[in-house]
């Protein structure tokens, strides 16, 4: 049976732009390692997905070889963007760079296995101490989209196949409150959302396992050793 696995943050760089050893020891040499463990666990009838942040290129031709080996692992892969991705700008031109391995999830949802997939980027909450105005103006884009992408699945999916979706930014954190996203994925029929975008001392902020009515699987690369990590189907209802 084909599985479904999720990885955030690969922040490759293969191009040479920003080599993550500066960030100490942990990321050395991790594309190698991360490729070892993807092409370890994950086989071709499987789908990865994918929560931004994935490549340093500032452009489509710095990001190539990044894509090229994402490309490369086994699987198919649904690429989200992330707050770092600076390649990715036009669409379309995107997607003419990348495979039929790969797709976009940007206003869109897909059916994963027992899954429909729903999500967007997120952004900084605007009751952050350090979010700008402008920060606020891209928050709320951001809750467009996954309404957006909420409104697609009910078009083309309908409400009775489980829902997962995929973020880049926490949608909450550990010791705060409820946000607008929690309520808009609860509201959407979500019960599983994978993110990543915490590093270091900030892993100490990520909600893992049940919470809000939601299942949250915090999947950041040097959160989870550089290892796509497997999602588990939907549970079964309990019998009337």
């Given at each position: 049976?084909?599985?479904?696995?999720?990885?955030?943050?690969?922040?490759?760089?293969?191009?040479?732009?920003?080599?993550?050893?500066?960030?100490?020891?942990?990321?050395?040499?991790?594309?190698?390692?991360?490729?070892?463990?993807?092409?370890?666990?994950?086989?071709?009838?499987?789908?990865?997905?994918?929560?931004?942040?994935?490549?340093?290129?500032?452009?489509?031709?710095?990001?190539?070889?990044?894509?090229?080996?994402?490309?490369?692992?086994?699987?198919?892969?649904?690429?989200?963007?992330?707050?770092?991705?600076?390649?990715?700008?036009?669409?379309?031109?995107?997607?003419?760079?990348?495979?039929?391995?790969?797709?976009?999830?940007?206003?869109?949802?897909f059916?994963?296995?027992?899954?429909?997939?729903?999500?967007?980027?997120?952004?900084?909450?605007?009751?952050?101490?350090?979010?700008?105005?402008?920060?606020?103006?891209?928050?709320?884009?951001?809750?467009?989209?996954?309404?957006?992408?909420?409104?697609?699945?009910?078009?083309?999916?309908?409400r009775?196949?489980?829902?997962?979706a995929?973020?880049?930014?926490?949608?909450?954190?550990?010791?705060?409150?409820?946000?607008?996203?929690?309520?808009?994925?609860?509201?959407?029929?979500?019960?599983v959302?994978?993110?990543?975008?915490?590093?270091?001392?900030?892993?100490?902020?990520?909600?893992?396992?049940?919470?809000d009515?939601?299942?949250?699987?915090?999947?950041?690369?040097?959160?989870?050793?550089?290892?796509?990590?497997?999602?588990?189907?939907?549970?079964a209802?309990?019998?009337?």
């Amino acid at each position: 049976m084909a599985r479904i696995f999720a990885l955030a943050d690969l922040h490759l760089s293969l191009a040479g732009h920003k080599p993550m050893e500066v960030f100490g020891e942990l990321w050395a040499d991790h594309a190698a390692r991360m490729a070892q463990a993807w092409d370890g666990r994950v086989g071709a009838e499987d789908t990865i997905l994918l929560g931004g942040d994935l490549s340093w290129g500032r452009n489509l031709e710095e990001a190539a070889p990044d894509l090229a080996w994402i490309a490369a692992r086994p699987g198919r892969k649904v690429l989200l963007r992330g707050n770092h991705d600076g390649w990715w700008r036009s669409q379309q031109a995107v997607r003419r760079a990348l495979p039929p391995c790969c797709d976009l999830l940007r206003n869109n949802a897909f059916a994963v296995g027992p899954w429909v997939v729903v999500g967007a980027r997120g952004w900084l909450a605007p009751d952050d101490p350090s979010a700008t105005p402008a920060d606020r103006a891209t928050h709320e884009r951001e809750i467009a989209r996954l309404k957006l992408s909420i409104e697609y699945a009910d078009r083309t999916f309908g409400r009775e196949t489980p829902r997962l979706a995929l973020t880049h930014f926490p949608p909450r954190l550990a010791g705060e409150g409820s946000t607008a996203v929690v309520e808009i994925l609860r509201a959407g029929g979500v019960s599983v959302v994978v993110y990543g975008h915490l590093h270091g001392p900030d892993h100490a902020r990520a909600i893992r396992g049940p919470r809000d009515g939601l299942t949250y699987r915090f999947v950041a690369a040097d959160a989870v050793g550089f290892a796509p990590v497997e999602i588990d189907p939907p549970r079964a209802a309990a019998p009337a």
